[in-house]
T-cell receptor
């Protein structure tokens, strides 16, 4: 069964550094998402992406965050200048876009900002 | 606005006990409803779904029925196993905008 893949599985970075989290969504999917989950807490929506542009974003997704689909297969999340509170699991997800399609999630990238 | 409210956890049950995790939603229109499961150290996996009123989703012995009159989608399993220990998330989506809303998650621990 096709799956969403994310790399790396764990990223450690120093405060103020830039990080790029990478995702390969399922190939025939049209909608792409980033969610984050601070340890033991709820899954929070960050951004959705369709037709090469952001379709919706949450208040968490401020100017420090950006997303890109550089080559038709990868979908990346960039955090320009990381803060301690950015430490979390970041999940990429995709869906085919029909009215009943579920989200398919990757296994996540654990980001630790020190 | 649209939202999902889940039963607070954590929930601890003995093996073979009956499980119910409550989920209610607030939405205008006709959302699709989902239960996702997150095993320790993993991502969220779709457990089951229902796309219209009175539909019953089922998978791995879990069931949930889309109840429009009570705006609920409670998750049930007749006999839980240790391997069911995980966090369970209720979610809804709308076809327009492809936005998904998640509940806060309910942690389940099943003890032998």
């Amino acid at each position: 069964e096709p799956e969403v893949t994310q790399t790396p599985s764990h990223q450690v970075t120093q405060m103020g550094q830039e990080v790029i989290l990478r995702c390969v969504p399922i190939s025939n999917h049209l909608y792409f998402y980033w969610y984050r989950q601070i340890l033991g807490q709820k899954v929070e929506f960050l951004v959705s992406f369709y037709n090469n542009e952001i379709s919706e974003k949450s208040e968490i997704f401020d100017d420090q965050f950006s997303v890109e689909r550089p080559d038709g297969s990868n979908f990346t999340l960039k955090i320009r200048s990381t803060k301690l509170e950015d430490s979390a699991m970041y999940f990429c997800a995709s869906t085919g876009g029909s009215s009943t399609s579920p989200l398919h999630f990757g296994n996540g990238t654990r980001l630790t900002v020190t | 606005g649209d939202s999902v409210t889940q039963m607070e956890g954590p929930v601890t049950l003995s093996e073979e006990a009956f499980l119910t995790i409550n989920c209610t939603y607030t939405a205008t229109g006709y959302p699709s409803l989902f239960w996702y499961v997150q095993y320790p150290g993993e991502g969220l996996q779709l457990l089951l779904k229902a796309t219209k009123a009175d539909d019953k989703g089922s998978n791995k012995g879990f069931e949930a029925t889309y109840r429009k009159e009570t705006t609920s989608f409670h998750l049930e399993k007749g006999s839980v196993q240790v391997s069911d220990s995980a966090v369970y998330f209720c979610a809804l989506s709308f076809p327009t905008g492809n936005q998904f809303y998640f509940g806060t998650g309910t942690s389940l621990t099943v003890i032998p």
